[in-house]
Each structure stands twice: as C-alpha cells, then as structure tokens.
Nanobody, 121 residues
Framework: QVQLVESGGGLVQAGGSLRLSCAAS????????AGWYREAPGNERELVAS???????NYADSVKGRFTISTDNAKNTVYLQMNRLNPEDTAVYYC???????????????WGQGTQVTVSS
C-alpha cells in the first residue's frame, strides 16, 4: 500500500508564493508519473501540472510561467512551486502518483487527501 501526504497549503495574499509537497511512502519501486490537480467549489477537478519519470512536464495554460512541478526521487516527494498566485488559484490541491510497487507489478494510481490553498485579493 502507498500513502501520499500533501503539505504546504495555506492562506496567502495575491502575488505571493507557496510550495506544496507530496510525500509518498509505502511499497514503492518507482514513481512513473505524478501530478497536481485542483478542485475549486462548483468546479470539476482539473490537472494543474504533471511530470514523468523522464522529467517531462505539462502545465495547464492558466499556470504556465507561474507554477513549477519537480520531484526529489530520493525522498519520493513531488513539489509544486506556485508563484504570483491570484484568487482564481484558490482550491483544494490534490497530489496524484502512478506508483509501481515492485519491478514485477503494474503501476497503480494513488491520491493524496488534498490541501487547501486560499489566495486573498
């Protein structure tokens, strides 16, 4: 079993920055891909940023140039650096990871519990 624990959310003024962390623990051979999603009240969950184990990244248009996703493979941790935040970024942010528990097993998708990000104007 794999657990994802997010941290780093909070309240910040517009123009400020936050860094979210997602630490994976449990049976992990490799994290093949990971991503950050967000869900604002009344909206569907949307992809914010993703990264593969080769370092390829993808960003939603609304965050390009402001957010950066990265990983620390030694710590099995995924980060989301968020700069120049605006009130439209307010949402619950969820971490998702595609984890291969052993070399012989297929990967599974796991979700964190979510962390609230609130940007005040």
């Amino acid at each position: 079993q794999v657990q994802l624990v997010e941290s780093g959310g909070g309240l910040v003024q517009a123009g400020g920055s936050l860094r979210l962390s997602c630490a994976a623990s449990g049976s992990i051979f490799s994290i093949n891909a990971a991503g950050w999603y967000r869900e604002a009240p009344g909206n569907e969950r949307e992809l914010v940023a993703s990264i593969t184990n080769t370092g390829s990244t993808n960003y939603a248009d609304s965050v390009k140039g402001r957010f950066t996703i990265s990983t620390d493979n030694a710590k099995n941790t995924v980060y989301l650096q968020m700069n120049r935040l605006n009130p439209e970024d307010t949402a619950v942010y969820y971490c998702n990871a595609h984890v291969q528990p052993t070399p012989q097993r297929y990967q599974y998708s796991y979700w964190g519990q979510g962390t609230q990000v609130t940007v005040s104007s």
